[in-house]
């Protein structure tokens, strides 16, 4: 008997066809290199990309040239610049909840789909390297999120070319069975494909909107039309097909749930790996990891997909923190479970402070590696009262804590946390994690994690 398969359509677009459609203007244009030259010369162009704000060499193949000139010479309205000045400003605002989202729900909640979550484990850029494919995603949103991203000189439109040339690199790696040790499963359609492209380019708008509602924070309609405009631009430029690119934030969200309902679907494997390797990177934020996971309980909480936190984090965490995902049919024991839950939050949020307030001197240190001239500068400004010292991001957010974990103006540490104080204490988050990154930051465009200095000024990361 011949097998019924579910279809998933939106708009009369067939999802499991669109698996099979990539990008082929970069495709082309990155076959180009492969033909007369290596992997080794595509890393170098990849890397004066990254080197050079103004980068459109004329000794690429032509296919290749031709393309990154077409793409750099963009041109945008008056409204689609409204649109990213508006923007820049709610993520000067908001963006350190970005942050926190971005670790904490979108990324753990879109492994969920498995057939996209194979090309990172087949690359290995999310087992073996972690951190740097996470920091790199974060860097990207940085960077495409600073003013004026969108002209030729600046960062943003460039880093978008550069990550748009890597995934067809790395389309073309992984299609080549000489190059990959693994064969590319033909039944996971093609790797980031049209359908991968445009779900994850709206999970930069759809889940931080989600998430923001999370926080009690969320986003104004105005705010939403703003930040969905400029990063659905953001998709056009980097390869995604027109009739994907829905025109307000209602049609996005039809077409995403479509998307997960679509890739939600059967066993997941790669996306546990993946998810188990995010939350061991955390570490680096120094979070103990039953606070990330009770964090990532609460985040990725969900109506229309509500078995995300067990069936991502379970396999690999449930044995050893079997209490994070009890489950309990009477109201009574579920009220009587998650009071316990809140106690536990409670107690790891009061570790995660003194583990933060231990290491404070570590990173003061790492911001007094300057020369000795520059001391003896600060220290004479700070004196004659020209210059004065302002608390650091990091002493901000520990602040936050230290007033939500004690009484007020005391050093009495509070005996019960209320509902409103745990919600506001996952805003604290993002910004402890910003102020750590902005420790590696390096001058240079090639060197450690790049913060705009408007945003360094803006998010107390000079202080």
Not at 184 to 212: C, H, R, Y
Not at 411 to 440: R, T
């Amino acid at each position: 008997m011949e097998e019924i398969k579910t279809q998933f359509i939106w708009n009369g677009i067939d999802l499991e066809a669109l698996r099979q459609v990539m990008d082929k203007p970069a495709d082309d244009a990155v076959a180009s290199i492969f033909e007369s030259h290596d992997m080794n010369h595509l890393r170098n162009i990849l890397k004066n990309m990254a080197e050079n704000d103004s980068f459109v060499s004329k000794s690429l193949p032509k296919p290749m040239h031709d393309f990154v000139q077409k793409e750099l010479s963009v041109t945008f309205s008056d409204m689609d610049i409204k649109y990213f000045n508006q923007t820049h400003e709610i993520w000067k605002k908001k963006g350190m909840n970005f942050v926190f989202i971005l670790f904490f729900r979108a990324l753990p909640y879109t492994y969920m789909a498995e057939k996209p979550a194979n090309v990172l484990r087949m690359t290995k850029l999310l087992e073996t390297h972690t951190e740097r494919r996470i920091f790199e995603t974060a860097q990207f949103v940085f960077d495409v999120m600073d003013s004026n991203w969108w002209e030729p000189g600046k960062r943003g439109i460039l880093t978008a070319m550069k990550v748009r040339i890597m995934h067809s690199a790395m389309r073309h790696v992984i299609l080549d069975s000489n190059k990959m040790g693994e064969r590319w499963n033909e039944a996971w359609g093609k790797p980031i494909s049209q359908e991968d492209m445009i779900a994850t380019n709206q999970v930069f708008s759809l889940e931080f909107f989600k998430g923001m509602s999370m926080l009690g924070e969320e986003l104004t309609a105005e705010e939403q039309k703003a930040w969905f405009h400029t990063w659905k631009t953001i998709a056009r430029l980097m390869g995604v097909q027109d009739n994907l690119i829905t025109q307000n934030v209602n049609e996005a969200w039809s077409l995403q749930h479509e998307i997960y309902r679509h890739l939600f679907n059967g066993e997941t494997h790669s996306g546990i790996a993946l998810a188990k390797a995010l939350v061991d990177t955390l570490t680096h934020f120094h979070l103990p990891l039953n606070l990330t996971l009770h964090l990532m309980k609460m985040m990725l909480a969900d109506e229309k997909f509500p078995g995300c936190f067990d069936r991502m984090l379970g396999p690999s965490y449930k044995e050893k923190y079997p209490e994070i995902f009890m489950k309990h049919d009477l109201e009574e024991d579920r009220k009587e479970h998650n009071e316990l839950l809140k106690n536990h939050y409670h107690h790891h949020l009061k570790e995660y402070y003194h583990n933060l307030t231990n290491v404070r001197p570590v990173y003061q240190n790492k911001k007094n590696e300057t020369n000795i001239f520059m001391r003896i500068l600060i220290w004479v400004l700070n004196v004659t009262g020209i210059f004065k010292k302002r608390d650091h991001l990091i002493d901000v957010q520990l602040a936050r804590l230290h007033s939500l974990l004690h009484k007020d103006g005391t050093n009495d540490p509070i005996e019960e946390l209320e509902e409103e104080s745990i919600i506001e204490s996952l805003s604290v988050f993002g910004g402890i994690m910003v102020g750590i990154l902005s420790f590696h930051f390096r001058k240079g465009k090639n060197s450690g994690f790049r913060i705009p200095a408007t945003l360094q000024e803006n998010w107390s990361l000079k202080g």
